[in-house]
Antibody, heavy 121, light 110 residues
């Protein structure tokens, strides 16, 4: 059974930093593209970032480019999101999502339950 | 960036009825790279449809997707009580990666 478990969400002040983690199990982690997707309270979904199976390619939404860094450790079946220069508009539930084998890995066939990041003074 | 606009914002129907949800793109979505997700309160989204019309694993056949270019539709043939939720469309361009979601359609019980 595929499982994705996020952690690291806390309350942080504007301008602060945070690292989110996602522990994956139930599939061959290093075969798949992985993503972070966020959802502000009561709002819709926003794709944040993706990383290729080997970590060689990373892409970001314009709203986080230059502030967030996605990475992975395939030896630990783990995905990370380093978040710097946080803004109040980054407040959201952050989901870790697995890219499906089809569609260039840009369709999300499994999701975690999310970890809540609150940026507030 | 491709902007996806979903309509209606809210759809009120009764169990057993047919639901038709629309997703319109600001420019053509290449190779029908369009997906649909269902999200229930307090839960993560669930993939329903990819490639505009292919059902994901385990999705009942009452869910179907259609469309191409800029106009896409998710149809639920006969609504079950568990189908009342929020539905999102998503496009996924190939190169460079371009991933955006629509704002969602809330399907509520009438």
């Amino acid at each position: 059974e595929v499982q994705l478990v996020e952690s690291g969400g806390v309350v942080v002040q504007p301008g602060g930093s945070l690292r989110l983690s996602c522990a994956a199990s139930g599939f061959t982690f290093d075969d798949y593209t992985m993503h972070w997707v966020r959802q502000a309270p009561g709002k819709g979904l926003e794709w944040v970032s993706l990383i290729s199976w080997d970590g060689g390619s990373t892409y970001y939404a314009d709203s986080v480019k230059g502030r967030f860094t996605i990475s992975r450790d395939n030896s630990k079946n783990s995905l990370y999101l380093q978040m710097n220069s946080l803004r109040t508009e980054d407040t959201a539930l952050y989901y870790c999502a697995k890219g499906a084998r089809y569609s260039y890995g840009r369709v999300f066939d499994y999701w975690g339950q999310g970890t809540l990041v609150t940026v507030s003074s | 960036e491709i902007v996806l606009t979903q309509s209606p914002g809210t759809l009120s129907l009764s169990p057993g009825e047919r639901a038709t949800l629309s997703c319109r793109a600001s420019q053509s979505v290449s190779s029908s790279y369009l997906a649909w997700y269902q999200q229930k309160p307090g839960q993560a989204p669930r993939l329903l449809i990819y490639g505009a019309s292919s059902r994901a694993t385990g999705i009942p056949d009452r869910f179907s997707g259609s469309g191409s270019g800029t106009d896409f539709t998710l149809t639920i043939s006969r609504l079950e009580p568990e189908d009342f939720a929020v539905y999102y469309c998503q496009q996924y361009g190939s190169s460079p990666p371009s991933i955006t979601f629509g704002q969602g359609t809330r399907l509520e019980i009438k």
